[in-house]
C-alpha cells in the first residue's frame, strides 16, 4: 500500500544532541512537509519541500533543518534539541496545488523525548 | 498572515447526541478540507468542499461550506465513542495548509 512512513516512532535524546527523524513516501507526491505537533495544540508547519524547492516558515527557529535528497525520502534536523522541542514530530505529503489534489497525507509521527 | 479558528475549543457529549464544530477563515478560501486526529494519532484526511453552499455528508458526518467560502461546519449526529478524537479544518494557502486550531470532541457512553 501507497503510504507515508516516519522512522523512529520514539525518539529519546538528550539536552543538546543533534538527532535526525525520517520520512519516506511511495506516493510519489511532489510536496513533503514537516510539522512540529505539542500537546492539545494543532500542527504547526516548520517547512517544506516542493520537488526540491525547501521552503521555511518565518518563525521556524535555525535550530531546526531539513535535507530532501531524492523525491521519496525527507529529513528533520535538530542541531542542538531543547525541552521545548519535545513534541511529535508529524510528516506529510501532498501532490500540490494545480493538481486537483491538495489533501496531505500524514505519517504516524515520531515523538521526540528531550532528557 | 492568514488565520484559522475553531470552535468550540472542547466538547464533552453523551453518546447519541449531536456534534457541531465551527471553522472561521479570516480570508476567502479556494477550498476547506477536515482532519481528524484520534487521540495518540496523525490527522487523516477526511473531505474536501470546493463550491460555494456545497453540502457533502459521510454517513452521520455532514460537512458545509459557506456561501462567502469564509467558514464551514462539521455536524455529526448521534455521536459514537468511535467519533473521539480532534477535528481540524484546514485551508490551502500556495502550497500549504493552514490547519483550524481544533476541536477536541470527547463522547462518554
Known amino acids: 500500500d501507497a503510504m507515508v512512513i516516519q522512522n523512529p516512532r520514539y525518539q529519546v535524546t538528550q539536552f543538546g544532541k543533534p538527532v535526525t527523524l525520517s520520512c519516506s513516501q511511495t506516493l510519489n507526491h511532489n510536496v513533503m512537509y514537516w510539522y512540529q505537533q505539542k500537546s492539545s495544540q494543532a500542527p504547526k508547519l516548520l517547512f517544506h519541500y516542493y520537488d526540491k524547492d525547501f521552503n521555511n516558515e518565518a518563525d521556524t527557529p535555525d535550530n531546526f533543518q531539513s535535507r530532501r535528497p531524492n523525491t521519496s525520502f525527507c529529513f528533520l534536523d535538530i542541531r542542538s534539541p531543547g525541552l521545548g522541542d519535545a513534541a511529535m514530530y508529524l510528516c506529510a505529503t501532498s501532490r500540490g496545488p494545480g493538481t486537483g489534489e491538495e489533501t496531505q497525507y500524514f505519517g504516524p509521527g515520531t515523538r521526540l523525548l528531550v532528557l | 498572515g492568514q488565520q484559522v479558528m475553531q470552535i468550540p475549543q472542547y466538547q464533552h457529549v453523551q453518546e447519541g447526541e449531536d456534534f457541531t464544530t465551527y471553522c472561521n477563515s479570516s480570508?476567502?478560501?479556494?477550498?476547506i478540507q477536515w482532519y481528524k486526529q484520534r487521540p495518540g494519532g496523525h490527522p487523516v484526511f477526511l473531505i474536501q468542499?470546493?463550491?460555494?453552499?456545497e453540502v457533502k455528508k459521510q454517513k452521520r458526518l455532514t460537512f458545509q461550506f459557506g456561501e462567502a467560502k469564509k467558514n464551514s461546519s462539521l455536524h455529526i449526529t448521534a455521536t459514537q465513542t468511535t467519533d473521539v478524537g480532534t477535528y481540524f479544518c484546514a485551508g490551502p494557502n500556495t502550497d500549504k495548509l493552514i490547519f483550524g486550531t481544533g476541536t477536541r470532541l470527547q463522547v462518554f457512553p
Open positions: 480570508t476567502t478560501l479556494s477550498n
Open positions: 468542499l470546493v463550491k460555494s453552499g
